[in-house]
């Protein structure tokens, strides 16, 4: 039995994601670049997926690539660059920077 990459429940033989980090990964291409972080997390929240289950998925980061929050903080950030007229662009590695730095501080 395989198990999901994301946040490590059984998964199908064919599927390196279950069932239900199929159904976010979905709902994360239909809303990324299109609302704010509230409303992203909300409309995570509107496919019935457990809470808890949701936070794990998006601090997953089972390629190295960052996790889905980080990226989608990333673009996010950029998008928010651009309004405010300042070029360039917030990478997954910088976000992710950050935050563990934010971490540290914090403890
Ligand atoms: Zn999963």
Redesign the pocket.
Known sequence: MR???????R?SLWSR??????K?MRRVDELRGKVGFGEFLDGLEQTGVAKQ?IM??LK?DPDGQGSVQDQVTAEMTTELMKVMGISGQQTTENVKRIRNSVDKDSK
Not at 3 to 9: E, F, I, M, P, S
Not at 17 to 22: A, E, H, N, R
């Open positions: 198990q999901c990459v994301y946040c490590g429940d998964s994601m279950c069932p239900d980090c199929q976010l289950k794990t998925f997953a």
